[in-house]
């Protein structure tokens, strides 16, 4: 598969990267010389210091044979003048990121199919998502829902007698750490399934004999009805549900996060530029407080009632202002934090400071388009910011090779755990004895670079 990519910016390198590991025909163009002789050294791709809008460039790029066009500068003018170029020129499918709101319109796709676009990406909008999912449930570091809600993964941290942040929460309270899996699924098997564990670094999918420790990533598969059990086994029931919450940063995606929370939240926004302080009342909701100051002011943060927020986000442009950021909120006994991290590099030392829930919206917009390279029907792709993972939605195709066996004689590649299903809008836990339909809608964990193998099994 070809595919050429425009703009070296920080989604661009990301996905560049990313589909480099696939053995994909990758090229990576953008007008910025000494930005890919950087990346000449470090990736296995064809750059072209051409610009994405210049119709020979795209000719050097060879467009015309191109399966994919994904245009991800930061000038939205730009990537939708090229994808629509892209697309005359002979490529297959386009993308284009954006950043407005407008656009993302159900109403507004049609019309951007007819301009040769395919697809819009808006990452502070999927991010936003993402960042409104999380605070449902204070005590879930990530959550993604699946058939409206009637199957979830979550990722919960087991703390230990020692956590700084959790003194409360003890391994009495904890009911699943030093148990085993088999132990555990044999009494609360029809609630929950764990799909993999992150510990000390690395994630994996485990058997039945590994034991759930201390300071473990434990990744739920369960149905709605499940939420609460996995909640009082994980020792979880003492923190209390998000009203009140405070946004660092008066940055796009914190409008965004703004948007996508609840009405009933009560939100309160600090921005230390006095000019931005102005924009955001007229772009934000009419139930946010604005307030100028720095986030990291303590004293503000006590005047604005510190003590009774139940979230705390930290969404700057600042990587290590976030970071401390959701440390000192966690240091204060603030339960939900929420910190932006694009530098892909923090992400386990802001996962060792147990900063809490972790944005990166390069992963993000990854995960959306990257669902369009698989082959099989793909209803929804996650990369996960915290693992080397993806969690993938398949909807089973007639004759496709996973109906051919149950689960567990397929044969399927190491590190991909089949979690759930839906079938005929009913929800449900899988297991090895499993036999998967037509017209399932599966959900599928995929730890390292085993999604692009699987597709072939869904097809």
């Known amino acids: 598969m070809k595919i050429v990519i425009a703009g070296a910016g920080a989604v661009g390198t990301h996905l560049a990267r990313l589909l480099s590991k696939d053995n994909m025909d990758v090229v990576l163009m953008d007008g910025d010389v000494e930005r890919l002789s950087k990346l000449n050294t470090e990736l296995d791709i064809m750059t072209l210091p051409k610009s994405p809008s210049s119709i020979k460039g795209l000719k050097n790029a060879g467009v015309s044979g191109a399966d994919l066009f994904i245009a991800v500068t930061p000038h939205e003018s730009e990537n939708l003048s090229c994808c629509m170029l892209a697309k005359q020129l002979g490529a297959k499918r386009t993308v284009a990121r954006v950043d407005n709101y407008e656009y993302m319109k159900p109403e507004n796709l049609e019309l951007f199919k007819n301009m040769g676009i395919e697809s819009l990406i808006y990452p502070e909008l999927l991010a936003s998502y993402d960042i409104a999912n999380c605070t449902k449930y204070s005590w879930v570091r990530q959550m993604w829902e699946f058939n409206n809600g009637d199957m979830v993964l979550m990722s919960v941290m087991m703390h230990d007698t020692n956590s700084m942040y959790d003194k409360e929460t003890s391994n009495s309270d904890n009911q699943l750490v030093g148990h085993t899996l088999r132990q555990i699924g044999a009494v609360h098997g029809h609630y929950f399934h764990v799909v993999a564990i992150k510990r000390n670094g690395e994630t994996v999918v485990p058997y039945g004999d590994e034991k759930i420790l201390p300071r473990d990533l434990v990744f739920f598969m369960t149905t709605r009805e499940g939420i609460n059990v996995i909640r009082k086994l994980s020792g979880k029931e003492d923190y209390p549900n998000v009203e009140h919450t405070v946004i660092v940063g008066g940055s796009k995606l914190a409008v965004r996060a703004d948007w996508a929370l609840p009405d009933a939240y009560s939100v309160k926004i600090i921005e230390p530029d006095v000019e931005r302080c ?58 939900k934090t929420i910190a932006q991290v694009e530098n892909i590099a923090y992400f386990d030392m802001a996962e060792n400071l147990d900063v809490g829930t972790i944005i990166n919206k390069k992963v993000i917009a990854a995960s959306h388009i990257y669902r369009m390279l698989l082959e099989g029907d793909v209803d929804n792709v996650k990369m996960l910011t915290v693992a080397d993972a993806d969690v993938a939605e398949f909807i089973v195709k007639e004759n496709s090779m996973v109906t051919k066996k149950p689960i567990m004689e397929l044969n399927i590649p190491r590190g991909v755990n089949i979690g759930g299903m839906s079938r005929q809008g009913k929800s449900m836990l899988v297991s090895g004895t499993t036999q998967l339909q037509a017209g399932d809608k599966v959900v599928v964990f995929c730890i390292g670079n085993t999604l692009k193998k699987l597709d072939k099994w869904f097809r």
């Open 278 to 335: 102005q924009e955001l009342g007229a772009l934000t909701k009419p139930r946010t407080l604005i307030i100028n100051g720095e986030g990291y002011d303590m004293d503000l943060l006590n005047d604005e009632g510190f003590n009774h927020l139940e979230a705390f986000m930290s969404l700057t442009n600042n990587d290590e202002q976030n970071i401390l950021a959701c440390v000192a909120a966690r240091r204060k006994g603030i339960r």
